[in-house]
């Protein structure tokens, strides 16, 4: 998913100002991991949109401030953020509490993990929904032959045996 760079500035700006008096483009460029020349467009974008205000410190430096109008903005898009988040983590668990079922039908004793993953939490609620047994493994040797595996997103796989008894959860958050 691509980043809104807005949003990351809006909210890079609101966390600095809580900690600092004076903040420079360079600090919010730095802190946004952005070249200067793009933060320096975001932060005109915003100040003519009426989200911050841009204060001379000194005659050579200047700090930036979200009006209202920008803290309303941060609190929006940052519901829609969290929206499209939960919702994400619905759909990650339906397809995933999906395949656990699958698995049981298929005659597989535990769901397991391997490697570590954002989602485990889900991975351990599917095997309970599914009345299998959750584990987690950290080597592909760990692996009983009668488990159902996820694979982290994080980790690639080189399932030995049957590619039918692993599936990466690269696909599953990609939808592939």
């Known amino acids: 998913m691509e980043q ?4 990351l500035l809006l909210n890079t700006i609101n966390d600095l100002s809580q900690t600092r008096t004076g903040i420079s483009q ?14 320096n467009v975001l932060i ?6 009426g989200f911050i205000l841009i204060q001379k410190v000194s005659p050579r430096n200047v700090t930036y401030i979200l009006t209202p109008d920008g803290m309303n ?36 004793a535990r769901i397991g993990l391997l490697g570590q ?16 047994e959750y584990c987690r493994y950290q080597a592909e040797s760990d692996i009983p032959q009668d488990s159902f595996v996820f694979v982290s997103e994080n980790l690639t796989f080189k399932d030995q045996g049957s590619t039918a008894s692993a599936i990466h959860l690269g696909g599953v958050l990609s939808g592939a």
């Open 26 to 39: 360079r600090d919010l460029s730095k802190a946004i991991n952005m070249s200067l020349g793009m933060t």
């Open 73 to 108: 903005e941060l609190a929006h898009r940052t519901y829609r953020y969290l929206k499209r988040t939960i919702k994400n983590v619905v759909e990650y668990k339906e397809a995933i509490v999906g395949l656990a079922k699958a698995a049981k039908k298929r005659g597989f």
């Open 117 to 132: 993953s954002d989602i485990e939490f889900i991975i351990e609620y599917a095997a309970g929904a599914a009345g299998l």
């Open 4 to 7: 809104d760079s807005e949003f």
């Open 44 to 49: 005109k974008r915003l100040s003519q949109k």
